[in-house]
C-alpha cells in the first residue's frame, strides 16, 4: 500500500532555531502533500498545501514566512520551523494522495513531534 | 460558520459489540466523506472514503453511511475487538481539492 514516511519522528530544539521536517512518499509520486499540525487532545489543522514545482499556499492564519515549505521533488516536501518559539511546539504530519483525482484518500505520515524549550 | 462535529469524544463499548459512531456537518456540500483512524502519537490511517451518491460502504468489519440530506455520517465497526480501541475521525473535503477538515474524533476503548 501507500506509505508516507516522516524525518524525524521527534525533535527537541531551543527557541529560536530552525527545525526542518521532511516528509517523504515511498512508493507512489505525489503533486501534492499537505501539511498538518495537531495539538494535544485537538484535531488535525490544515497549515499548507505543498505543490510540487510550485509556492506552497497557506490557510488563513498560518505565517508562511514561519513555516517554509518546498516541495523539492514529486516524492519529498520538507517543512521548516523558523526562529521556533515554545507555542510552536505541536504534532506535524504530512499527508500525500498517489492519484491526480482530487476524490482521493490520503496518506499521512506518522508524525514528528516538535518540542521548543 | 461551517462545522464537523463528531457525537462524543469517548464511546466505550464491550468486546464483541457494535460501535457506532456518529459524523455530522453544517454549511457543508462535500463530495465525499472520509473515516480515519488515529492511534496515540502517530498520524492517521485511512479506513475508508464514501461519496456523495453512495449511501454506504463496507470493508471487512467497517461500515460507513452517507446521508446528505442530514448531513451525516454513521460509521459501525460490528463485531468489535480490544485492537479497535483507538481515536477515530471523520473528515471532509470541502472544496474538492484534498485539504480536508477533521472533525474532532471519538475515542473508542472496547473492554474484554
Known amino acids: ?117 | 460558520s461551517q462545522k464537523i462535529e463528531q457525537n462524543s469524544e469517548a464511546l466505550n463499548i464491550q468486546e464483541g459489540k457494535t460501535a457506532t459512531l456518529t459524523c455530522n456537518y453544517t454549511n457543508y456540500s462535500p463530495a465525499y466523506l472520509q473515516w480515519y483512524r488515529q492511534d496515540p502519537g502517530r498520524g492517521p490511517v485511512f479506513l475508508l472514503l464514501i461519496r456523495e451518491n453512495e449511501k454506504e460502504k463496507r470493508k471487512e468489519r467497517l461500515k460507513v453511511t452517507f446521508d446528505t440530506t442530514l448531513k451525516q455520517s454513521l460509521f459501525h465497526i460490528t463485531a468489535s475487538q480490544p485492537a479497535d480501541s483507538a481515536t477515530y475521525l471523520c473528515a471532509l473535503d470541502t472544496g474538492n481539492t484534498g485539504k480536508l477538515i477533521f472533525g474532532q474524533g471519538t475515542t473508542l476503548q472496547v473492554k474484554p
Open chain 1, 1 to 117: 500500500g501507500a506509505v508516507v514516511s516522516q524525518h524525524p519522528s521527534w525533535v527537541i530544539c531551543k527557541s529560536g532555531t530552525s527545525v526542518k521536517i521532511e516528509c517523504r512518499s515511498l512508493d507512489f509520486q505525489a503533486t501534492t502533500m499537505f501539511w498538518y499540525r495537531q495539538f494535544p487532545k485537538q484535531s488535525l489543522m490544515l497549515m499548507a498545501t505543498s505543490n510540487e514545482g510550485s509556492k506552497a499556499t497557506y490557510e488563513q492564519g498560518v505565517e508562511k514566512d514561519k513555516f517554509l515549505i518546498n516541495h523539492a521533488s514529486l516524492t519529498l516536501s520538507t517543512l521548516t520551523v523558523t526562529s521556533a518559539h515554545p507555542e510552536d511546539s505541536s504534532f506535524y504530519i504530512c499527508s500525500a494522495a498517489p492519484g491526480l483525482d482530487t476524490s482521493y484518500e490520503q496518506y499521512f505520515g506518522p508524525g514528528t513531534r516538535l518540542t521548543v524549550t
